[in-house]
T-cell receptor, first 109, second 114 residues
Framework: AQRVTQPEKLLSVFKGAPVELKCNYS??????LFWYVQYSRQRLQLLLRHISRESIKGFTADLNKGETSFHLKKPFAQEEDSAMYYC???????????FGRGTSLIVHP | DTGVSQDPRHKITKRGQNVTFRCDPI?????LYWYRQTLGQGPEFLTY????????KSRLLSDRFSAERPKGSFSTLEIQRTEQGDSAMYLCASSLSGPYNEQFFGPGTRLTVL
């Protein structure tokens, strides 16, 4: 069965430190990967998607098919990055994302 | 149009009662999705509509759950004979057609079954 794993429930860093939120998926085909973010008291929203190969708010994510990973990275964390981050993927031919359980990122001043 | 809206935002009910939630998507979006989210978990897919047609249902959607989107605009999700295990956040999202389009989420309806 297809599955998304976010091994860390909580990641705590200091402002200015690098951040890496891990995401691994299990799927034999070519998935499409996404990162969604939910800031405090706000709704879930798309942060970035693999197909766009973009950098949003300083975050990037690279699909590594060999390691079946799509880790989210930022070189210098900011306090406003504190939020819940969800990795999600869509398998070929489907429109339904499978979400990971999320990682709570806390950036301390 | 200020995005996806859901009503009510909170619902407390007693076990065995029926509840109905409403979702109003972004007006030009023809796809509408329902998810359930419990504490410590990501959103879990329940069902989705393309216009008024319900195209896919998760096995999580037991026969006590029913969803409709009669005119291809707003949608309702009804839970009959609620159980304590139904307590969760129910999220609605909408998107345009096409592969991998961004889903825009509503604020959710938090259901508490006593």
């Amino acid at each position: 069965a297809q599955r998304v794993t976010q091994p860390e429930k909580l990641l705590s860093v200091f402002k200015g430190a690098p951040v890496e939120l891990k995401c691994n998926y299990s799927y034999s085909g070519s998935p499409e990967l996404f990162w969604y973010v939910q800031y405090s008291r706000q709704r879930l929203q798309l942060l970035l998607r693999h197909i766009s190969r973009e950098s949003i708010k300083g975050f990037t994510a690279d699909l590594n098919k060999g390691e079946t990973s799509f880790h989210l990275k930022k070189p210098f964390a900011q306090e406003e990055d504190s939020a819940m981050y969800y990795c999600a993927f869509v398998s070929g031919g489907s429109y339904i994302p499978t979400f990971g359980r999320g990682t709570s990122l806390i950036v301390h001043p | 149009d200020t995005g996806v809206s859901q009503d009510p935002r909170h619902k407390i009910t007693k076990r065995g009662q029926n509840v109905t939630f409403r979702c109003d998507p972004i007006s030009e979006h023809n796809r509408l999705y329902w998810y359930r989210q419990t504490l410590g978990q990501g959103p879990e897919f329940l069902t989705y509509f393309q216009n008024e047609a319900q195209l896919e249902k998760s096995r999580l959607l037991s026969d006590r759950f029913s969803a409709e989107r009669p005119k291809g605009s707003f949608s309702t999700l009804e839970i009959q004979r609620t159980e304590q295990g139904d307590s969760a956040m129910y999220l609605c999202a909408s998107s345009l057609s096409g592969p991998y389009n961004e889903q825009f989420f509503g604020p959710g309806t938090r259901l508490t079954v006593l």
